[in-house]
């Protein structure tokens, strides 16, 4: 069974950063792409990076820039690099498998919440 582990979130003021990180079991983490959510107060849960099998990158367009998705195979590790943090990035955050009968798993997610 796939287990995602999300950490680092936190409080942070605008113009922060942090890093998220997730740790992923259960299944063949190289050869999976991986993704991060994310899920504001009220709202869906909305794509924010995906990193492909191959080291591949794409984001949503309002983090694009600031953000960075990168991937350690060895630690089965996917993260999140957040700079230049926005009140409106509050949210909890979710890594994924952006596969068919393993996009069904999620995580606990970790809070970020970026205010003064």
């Known amino acids: 069974q796939v287990q995602l582990v999300e950490s680092g979130g936190g409080l942070v003021q605008p113009g922060g950063s942090l890093r998220l990180s997730c740790a992923a079991s259960g299944l063949i983490f190289s050869a999976n792409h991986m993704a991060w959510y994310r899920q504001a107060p009220g709202k869906g849960r909305e794509w924010v990076a995906t990193?492909?099998?191959?080291?591949?990158?794409s984001y949503r367009n309002f983090v694009e820039g600031r953000f960075t998705i990168s991937r350690d195979n060895a630690m089965k590790k996917v993260y999140l690099q957040m700079n230049s943090l926005k009140p409106e990035d509050t949210a909890i955050y979710y890594c994924?498998?952006?596969?068919?009968?393993?996009?069904?798993?999620w995580g606990q997610g970790t809070q970020v919440t970026v205010s003064l």
């Open positions: 994924n498998v952006p596969s068919p009968g393993m996009s069904t798993y």
């Open positions: 990193i492909t099998s191959g080291g591949s990158t």
